[in-house]
């Protein structure tokens, strides 16, 4: 005779007291109390500017966002609504928050987005790297100037220092890093190279960096760098405004 496992079960009931009770003992209640703020605030400061959607410009929200979420049909959308717990009226929701984020964005920090860009540029360049890091400084240099003599290649060096295998068969090339992606002492050398040069090994706390720089992109100002740029100064902004807030919590609070 067959025996059931401890703790086999045909199903689970979940409630939504289960839930809350998992976020607790998950500890994200400060987490989820943020985010609450933050939709109130949204609202909030919507309203304050007099912002407000049209169901036309909904409507374009939510087809973007099935697009985006792959809901292809209905029967993929309500799957997706089924597999969140959530209505056709929590979606609604979740498409107008996000769409008076970003118009409440627009209206504050459009006109600034181009005077920061220009007053910041350098933190928008990149550059186009090879990179092995070594342990000893005079290995380092030494490998250093055998690749300058021509008595071995980068890609060959790279070969023997380089522990991680993907970095390994790319032969350290790391490809179009920003200057934020560097540690400083990095960064201030490779951008005051030219393109296609073999920078002398330079220390961090990460090691010897021996880096060959391939091209030095300055950055444009294109749509794509421009909605990074505010949506940095909306969170920036937002975070400011929303730690201010006090917050009421009508949570039980733990007996003492």
């Known amino acids: 005779m067959s025996q059931t496992p401890i703790g086999s079960q045909k ?21 989820m109390s943020e985010k609450i703020v933050e939709r109130k605030f949204i609202i909030s400061a919507a309203e304050e500017v007099g912002i407000e959607v049209t169901k036309e410009e909904l409507q374009k929200a939510a087809d973007q966002m099935r ?10 959308t309500w799957a997706w609504l089924e597999k969140y717990a959530l209505s056709l009226d929590d979606f609604e929701e979740i498409v107008y928050l996000n769409l008076v984020a970003k118009k409440l964005s627009n209206h504050l920090f459009a006109d600034k ?4 860009f220009y007053e910041h540029q350098l933190d928008y360049a990149s550059a186009v790297i090879y990179e ?20 071995i290649t980068f890609f060959e060096a790279a070969q ?25 002492e990095v960064s201030a050398a490779v951008f005051a190279a030219n ?7 330079i220390i ?15 950055p444009e100002l294109d749509n794509k760098l ?12 937002s975070k400011q405004r929303t730690e201010k807030v006090k917050v009421i919590s009508l949570l039980k609070q733990v007996k003492k």
């Open 67 to 76: 697009v985006l979420s792959q809901l292809k049909d209905a029967q993929a």
């Open 204 to 218: 961090s706390s990460k090691g010897m960096h021996l880096i060959k720089v391939e091209e030095i992109i300055q």
């Open 132 to 151: 092995i890091i070594l342990d000893d400084e005079d290995e380092a240099i030494e490998l250093y100037y055998e690749i300058q003599e021509g008595e």
């Open 195 to 201: 393109s296609t040069q073999l920078l002398k090994p």
């Open 11 to 31: 199903s689970v009931t979940i409630t939504k007291e289960d839930i809350f009770h998992q976020v607790q003992l998950s500890c994200q209640i400060p987490e």
């Open 160 to 184: 023997q220092y380089i522990e991680d295998t993907e970095l390994r068969r790319k032969g350290g090339y790391r490809g179009q890093v920003n200057r934020q992606e560097m540690p400083p």
């Open 113 to 116: 987005v181009e005077p920061y």
């Open 226 to 237: 421009k909605n990074k740029i505010m949506l940095n100064l909306y969170s920036e902004w």
